[in-house]
């Protein structure tokens, strides 16, 4: 934040949309909504209280659109108490967990249960975090190399993938072309996590979200909605 910016709210509708404002030597109005919701407007060096607002007010269902679509990708699941009896999501479907002592660890799924079993000095937490990252790293890599020939005329490589905690999305990208995804995902319906990749390589063709860019999410995934309805449904 520069030494000039101050938080400024405008009611639309309902909603009260809160901004960082700071002003610039610049001839346009400069509004960013980033992916923790957050909004950043850099105006001119002359612009007026009221220009700045109706300005504002004309941008503010972009604003909202953009804040709900950066949402649709955050995480929601409530903390685990990693008990037994407690339910965790493993590809769209629940499992109870059942931790067991044991000379080994091991994690597996035995009849409608994640069953942890574990040395004392181990946690049931870390175990299953780190059985969670293996299967997501298996999965995804499997679904993306599934995906990728759907988008063959666009001359797209095959992607390096990572997986890596982010706390505030499901996927992401980089300009060189990394696809980056959340281990968290690997608890969504298989055809949520197909979405959330075909969302992202879209972006390796068309890097906002114009029209353009949902033109070609609906022909690679036509009912792709229904799964991203799925996955805010599953993963809250």
Known sequence: MSETATIESLIFGSREINYELSYQDRKTLGIRVYP???VRVIAPLDTTEEKLKTKLR???????K???EFLSY??????????????HLYLGRQYKLRIEKADTNDVKLYRGTLLVLKKDNFTAENLLSEWYREKAS??????LKKIIPLFA??????????VR?????????TPKGKVILNPELIKAPKGSIEYVIIHELCHLVHHNHTRAF???????MPDWKKWKERLEMTLV
């Not at 001359?155 to 993938?161: A, G, V, W």
């Not at 905690?165 to 990208?173: A, L």
């Open 36 to 38: 923790d919701c957050k």
């Open 58 to 64: 004309e941008k503010a269902p972009w604003i909202i």
């Open 66 to 68: 953009q804040q709900l």
């Open 74 to 87: 955050h995480p929601l699941t409530p903390p685990r108490k990693y008990i037994n009896g407690e339910t």
């Open 138 to 143: 298996v999965h995804f890599e499997e679904t």
């Open 153 to 162: 005329r666009y001359k797209i490589d095959l992607p390096e993938l990572q």
């Open 165 to 173: 905690q982010m706390s505030t999305r499901w996927g992401s990208c």
């Open 214 to 220: 949902y033109d070609l999410q609906e022909t690679i």
